[in-house]
């Protein structure tokens, strides 16, 4: 009895440990996900006002107004792609509309910069298509006027034909869940299909609608690549110009509290859409909404409607990149391309590895001990999504910086040695600004396969005995797999794309695919830059299938 006893407590005092090592964990994570933003504005407001006022009569009205017109037009393209494309292929029959259900999605491995190559390549003043024009016209140069592509519509474009798949993937999931009963309703009192959808259909969704936008206009923000490429000058550019170009740490924080300040409005906007704007179906039984047969000129109209973002937004950059490839110099299997792509998948697989472990921290400590405090922490783990590369760059580097050069004083006057930069020119800092970017995307993930596994079965298994860590271990793990497997590929492929952060982190001499194809691209050699594209393009259509194939089984 007394052995009994003895076993109980043990257990209790081991699952004790195991839920403070766990909650100190997790209160680290939330931590480091709040350091880069803290930094920032320690950063801004102590760094006088003579910068952010020489900024304000400078370049600081330029930043704002280009950044919301990107926004504005970015929010009107994606809208208008996402919802009409989702609502054509969910409402309605025509030819192909299997298969186009499933190709809308593929826009989305693209990051916006390739698409931008690839463009350029084509429609500048010495690309295959105006070139074509002057030899069939005989036009000089100044005899015509053709669309700049480098230019802030240019750049809106190439966002909104990557970027449209995250409003429609979340529109055509909220018309597939919609009951009949109420557009049926609105046609029965005399409404046409369009005024019913407008008035019934629309608003319902819009929870949805509001939460695609909203991620496209955070991800807009955020893009640095495309923007920079076509000489658009937003807050995003401002940032690496100040940092690197003037080296003013300065104006570069100040830039990034401005843009920290206008992300966090938007998230704050996204989740109050999802978690106030709700709307409930009358009655027990889901009826689906009917689906119209289109005939004749509206099967025409309906296909083409959908097949021109799949075309634009990802058949023919494709075919241009592989033409790009094969007429470049580059070889894909040289010395140095070779270390390019290494130095992306250890960046890329760690940083996953990383990301993954502490979304199953701070997702387990939350069901373990639910309460303000966990809750806080959860909270905290995800603002990462809504703040751009190039703001935990500097809120990152800032801080660190300042640790390295204390410590290299310090251990100059005391022990003569210089210790240089440890952590600044690291490649464990850059993987702690990617794990704060993309934690919130791997914690979605890992707390969608959790939902799954009951209580009872956490109760199960400690009344065999088990602690909180042996639980995750033994139970959670094995059940949570493929939720594992998704959140990890989800991030390596985000890691292999992202730009900003790379670019302003990486150590010395450590370049990657996305840095490589962005200087390639900056000395104009487009088709060099086609190469590596082609390749964070290849790795980016991995997450993209998987989308796919849980769009057809949904149907």
């Keep these: 009895m007394a052995q009994i006893e003895y076993s109980e407590h043990g257990s209790r005092h081991k699952s004790a440990r195991g839920t403070r090592v766990l909650g100190g964990a997790a209160y680290l994570i939330a931590a480091a996900c709040l350091l880069p933003m803290v930094a920032v504005v320690l950063a801004a407001v102590t760094g006088g006002t003579d910068t952010i006022s020489h900024l304000l009569d400078t370049v600081l009205p330029r930043y704002a107004m280009t950044t919301a017109v990107l926004v504005l037009l970015v929010s009107i393209g994606t809208f208008a792609i996402g919802v009409g494309a989702a609502w054509l292929v969910t409402m309605t029959r025509f030819p192909g509309v299997r298969l186009l259900e499933i ?25 295959i298509v105006q070139t074509t024009l002057r030899q069939v016209t005989g ?12 230019s802030t519509e240019g750049a809106a474009l190439m966002l909104v034909l990557v970027l449209y798949p995250y409003v429609y993937l979340l529109a055509r999931a909220a018309f597939l869940q919609q009951s009949a009963t109420a557009f049926l309703a609105a046609r029965a009192l005399g409404s046409s299909a369009w005024s019913a959808f407008w008035r019934v259909s629309l608003p319902m969704a819009r929870p949805a609608i509001a939460g695609g936008v909203l991620l496209a206009v955070m991800e807009t923000i955020a893009d640095f690549g495309t923007v920079a490429y076509f000489g658009v000058q937003t807050f995003a550019t401002g940032i690496y110009t100040s940092w690197f170009s003037m080296a003013d740490r300065a104006a570069a924080a100040q830039l990034a509290l401005c843009l920290l300040g206008f992300a966090l409005v938007m998230a704050v906007t996204e989740r109050t859409q999802r978690g106030k704007a709700k709307y409930y179906q009358a009655g027990k039984r889901h009826a689906a909404l009917p689906a119209a047969q289109l005939k004749g000129w509206q099967s025409a109209a309906a296909l083409v409607l959908c097949v ?3 075309v634009f937004g990802f058949l023919l950059p494709v075919v241009i990149l592989l033409q790009m490839g094969l007429d470049s110099e580059q070889d894909l299997l040289s010395r140095r391309y070779v270390g390019f792509i290494r130095n992306s998948l250890i960046l890329a697989g760690t940083a996953a590895m990383v990301t993954v472990c502490a979304a ?64 600044t020119g690291s490649i464990w800092l850059l993987i702690a600004a990617y794990m704060v970017r993309f934690l919130a995307a791997a914690l979605s993930a890992y707390e969608g396969g959790q939902s799954t596994v009951h209580a009872n079965m956490d109760a199960a298994a400690r009344s065999l005995g088990q602690t909180p860590l042996g639980t995750l271990r033994r139970v959670h793990l094995p059940i949570l797999t493929p939720s594992l497997l998704t959140a990890l590929l989800i991030v390596f492929v985000d890691v292999m794309k992202e730009l900003p952060a790379t670019l302003i982190m990486r150590p010395f001499n450590f370049d990657t695919l996305a840095v490589q194809a962005y200087r390639l691209a900056s000395d104009e050699r487009l088709e060099g830059a086609a190469v590596p594209s082609l390749v964070i393009l290849a790795v980016g259509l991995l997450p993209v299938i998987l989308i796919c194939r849980q769009v057809g089984r949904h149907r």
């Design 139 to 150: 036009w000089g140069p100044r005899d015509y006027w053709f669309p700049e592509i480098r």
């Design 360 to 423: 199953i921290c701070v997702g387990f400590f939350q069901r373990l001990k639910p309460g303000r405090g966990s809750d806080a922490a959860a909270y905290l783990a995800r603002l990462g999504y809504a703040v751009p590369g190039g703001v935990i760059a500097v809120g990152l580097m800032v801080p660190f910086a300042r640790f390295d050069n204390a410590l290299d004083a310090w251990m100059r006057e005391t022990f003569d040695i210089s210790t240089g930069l440890l952590v």
């Design 103 to 127: 190709a809308l999605v593929l826009p989305l491995a693209f990051p916006a910069y390739v698409l931008a190559y690839a463009y350029t390549f084509v429609l500048d003043h010495p690309g």
């Design 308 to 310: 021109i973002p799949v």
